[in-house]
């Protein structure tokens, strides 16, 4: 096998292998610490609206957005990979800002399997489970 091809499995195996790790240990993380009736809420409490330094805001929603389009593309490489593919691209997006993601979130959830695999993990972290999507 020429040399070149051999990184690139091992550099492609290795970002799988942590994309594997990120999502094991970061998924459940996220998903415990969002409220029960998160796809249910008429209004989103905006954070950037807090009145402390907006330069900080500012870096804050840049480091939120590149971690969420990591997620999303690790979700899309993970869906042909070992992984939790459909969690992470579901993580990644509601990490980002960007118009219409909250119909994009409330449908996402309302797929099949994808609101049992949420509250199967809040149950294991003995939390309530989500309310589903009121539409």
Same mark, same amino acid.
């Given at each position: /096998?020429?040399?070149?091809?051999?990184? %690139?499995?091992?550099?492609?195996? @290795? %970002?799988?292998?942590?994309?594997? &790790?990120?999502?094991?240990?970061?998924?459940?993380?996220? &998903?415990?610490?969002?409220?029960?009736? $998160?796809?249910?809420?008429?209004?989103?409490? !905006?954070?950037?609206?807090? @009145?402390?330094?907006?330069?900080?805001?500012?870096?804050? *929603?840049?480091? +939120?957005?590149?971690?969420?389009?990591?997620?999303?593309?690790? @979700?899309?490489? /993970?869906? !042909?990979? =070992?992984?939790? *593919?459909?969690?992470?691209?579901? !993580?990644?997006?509601?990490? /980002?800002?960007? =118009?219409? +993601? $909250?119909? %994009?979130?409330?449908?996402?959830?309302?797929?099949? *399997? &994808?609101?049992?695999?949420?509250?199967?993990?809040?149950?294991?972290? @003995?939390?309530? =489970?989500?309310?589903? =999507?009121? $539409?």
């Amino acid at each position: /096998m020429d040399a070149h091809l051999e990184v %690139l499995l091992f550099w492609a195996s @290795g %970002l799988s292998l942590a994309g594997l &790790v990120a999502t094991v240990v970061g998924v459940p993380w996220v &998903v415990a610490r969002l409220p029960h009736d $998160y796809f249910n809420q008429a209004h989103r409490a !905006v954070w950037r609206a807090w @009145g402390g330094e907006p330069w900080f805001a500012l870096v804050l *929603g840049g480091i +939120k957005n590149l971690v969420g389009a990591l997620l999303v593309l690790l @979700g899309v490489i /993970m869906l !042909v990979t =070992p992984g939790q *593919g459909l969690l992470t691209l579901l !993580v990644g997006l509601l990490l /980002m800002n960007f =118009p219409g +993601k $909250y119909q %994009l979130e409330r449908w996402l959830v309302g797929r099949p *399997g &994808v609101l049992a695999a949420l509250n199967w993990l809040r149950r294991r972290g @003995g939390h309530l =489970p989500f309310d589903p =999507p009121a $539409y």
